[in-house]
C-alpha cells in the first residue's frame, strides 16, 4: 500500500516484505564489494572497430582509422575488420572465413566501434551484415554481452544523428553497454587530407572525446562486466530447465 505525504505528496510505500511474484532464492542484492576487483586486468583493453562502407576511398573507414590511433595512443590494442567479401547475412554458411574471422575478433575484444555512413537516413547496409553476423548467443556464451560500444557516422551533407541512433539501438538489444558520448561528423569529404588523416576540428575534438570515454569505460566494467549483465530473469530461466532435467531423469 502507498500513502500520501501530507508534507510534499509525494508517495511512501509501507514496509512490506511480502513478494508473491518472485522467487525470493534466485532475487540478488546487488552490493558494492562484488564490484570490487583485487587484481584488475593487466593487459592491454582491447577493441574491434568496424566500418560500414567499401569505397576506395571511404571516409568511416578513415574516421575508424583516426578512432584507431587515439585508442592505440591510450594504451589499447586494436583490431579493425576488413568488410570486404562478407556475404549478406544468412546468405553463406557461418562457416564462411569472413563470418569466422568476424566472430573470432568479437570474442577477443572487450569493446567496440562502430562506424557508418548514413545513407537514406539510416546506417549502411555493410555495417547492418556486419553487426548480422555477430550472434546473440554461441551456446550458452552471448559474445557482445556486457562490451562496451562506442557509435559514429559520417555524412555527406549537414550533421545527422540517424546511423548513431539506429546503431545505439542495435547495441542495447546486443546487450553492449553503449557509452553516453557519440560522434557525427557533417560533411565529411572536406574533414580528411589528402592523405586520409582528419584535420583540426570540433568534430575531431568530439572524436578523442568518444575515445577517451570509451576506453574509461572498458577499463571500468571489463572485470565485472558478468556480474554487471547478470539478471534475475535468466537466472530464473536456468533454473526452471535444470527442475525440468531433473524431472524427466527422475521419469
Known amino acids: 500500500m502507498a500513502k500520501s505525504c501530507r508534507t510534499t505528496g509525494c508517495a511512501v510505500l509501507e514496509d512490506d516484505s511480502t513478494f508473491t511474484a518472485l522467487r525470493t532464492e534466485l532475487f540478488d542484492v546487488p552490493t558494492q564489494d562484488r564490484l570490487d576487483v583485487p587484481v584488475p586486468s593487466q593487459h592491454r583493453p582491447r577493441f574491434l572497430l568496424l566500418y560500414g562502407s567499401l569505397r576506395e576511398r571511404s571516409y568511416s573507414r578513415l574516421l575508424t582509422f583516426e578512432a584507431a590511433r587515439l585508442l592505440q595512443a591510450m594504451g589499447g590494442e586494436t583490431r579493425i575488420f576488413d568488410p570486404t567479401g562478407l556475404p549478406l547475412a544468412d546468405g553463406a554458411p557461418d562457416t564462411h572465413p569472413k563470418v569466422q574471422e568476424l566472430r573470432s575478433l ?32 554461441v551456446g550458452a556464451v552471448r559474445p557482445t554481452q556486457g562490451k562496451t560500444l562506442a557509435v559514429m557516422q559520417v555524412s555527406g551533407g549537414s550533421q545527422s544523428f540517424n546511423a548513431v541512433n539506429q546503431m545505439r539501438v ?8 553503449t557509452i553516453p558520448n557519440q560522434s557525427s561528423v557533417a560533411k565529411a569529404f572536406a ?15 568530439r572524436v578523442v572525446d568518444v575515445m577517451e570515454e570509451l576506453f574509461k569505460f572498458t577499463l571500468l566494467t571489463r ?24 524431472d524427466q531423469r527422475a521419469i
Not at 549483465?229 to 532435467?245: H, P
Open 106 to 137: 568479437a570474442a577477443w575484444a572487450e569493446g567496440m566501434v562502430w562506424c557508418s555512413p548514413e545513407r537514406h537516413g539510416s546506417m549502411t547496409g555493410v555495417m547492418k551484415t556486419q553487426i548480422d553476423w555477430i550472434p546473440l548467443s
Open 170 to 177: 542495435l547495441g542495447r538489444w546486443m546487450r553492449m553497454i
Open 191 to 205: 574533414e580528411f587530407t589528402e592523405d586520409g588523416r582528419m584535420k583540426p576540428s570540433a568534430f575531431y575534438d
Open 223 to 246: 572485470d565485472v562486466s558478468a556480474y554487471l549483465v547478470d539478471r534475475y530473469s535468466e537466472r530464473k530461466e536456468s533454473a526452471e530447465e535444470l527442475s525440468k532435467r531433473v
